[in-house]
Nanobody, 126 residues
Framework: QVQLVESGGGSVQAGDSLKLSCAAS???????MAWFRQAPGKQREGVVG???????THADSVRGRFTISRDNAKNFLYLQMNFLKPEDTAMYYC?????????????????????WGQGTQVTVSS
């Protein structure tokens, strides 16, 4: 099992940027990892994922605005969010597979992931 701790959330204005971080307790170098979000009254949705080779998948709603990256040496996952919109308001979670994960088309499916963080809140006001 991998413990994940998110940080970097906050309250911002529309058009602002935020960078979320996710610290993992174990080596994540070959794992698939992703950021999900859940707004009040809505289902959890995949935002952007990255596999063990560095290939990424973005939800249409964030493509061109959000960028995922990872630092395998430090066991960190990041989410750079630019041009934030009020509809981006949600609790953001990072998730990881508990093992090697390459070339999957399912990076935005929650069922792919084994371990989840507790979340960090992002609130965007207009």
């Amino acid at each position: 099992q991998v413990q994940l701790v998110e940080s970097g959330g906050g309250s911002v204005q529309a058009g602002d940027s935020l960078k979320l971080s996710c610290a993992a307790s174990k080596d994540i170098g070959s794992a698939c990892m992703a950021w999900f979000r859940q707004a009040p009254g809505k289902q959890r949705e995949g935002v952007v994922g990255i596999d063990g080779r560095g290939d990424t998948t973005h939800a249409d709603s964030v493509r061109g605005r959000f960028t995922i990256s990872r630092d395998n040496a430090k066991n960190f996952l990041y989410l750079q969010m630019n041009f934030l919109k009020p509809e981006d308001t949600a609790m953001y979670y990072c998730a990881t597979t508990n093992g090697r994960c390459l070339g999957t088309p399912s990076l935005l499916l929650a069922s792919l992931y084994d371990d989840w963080g507790q979340g960090t809140q992002v609130t965007v006001s207009s």
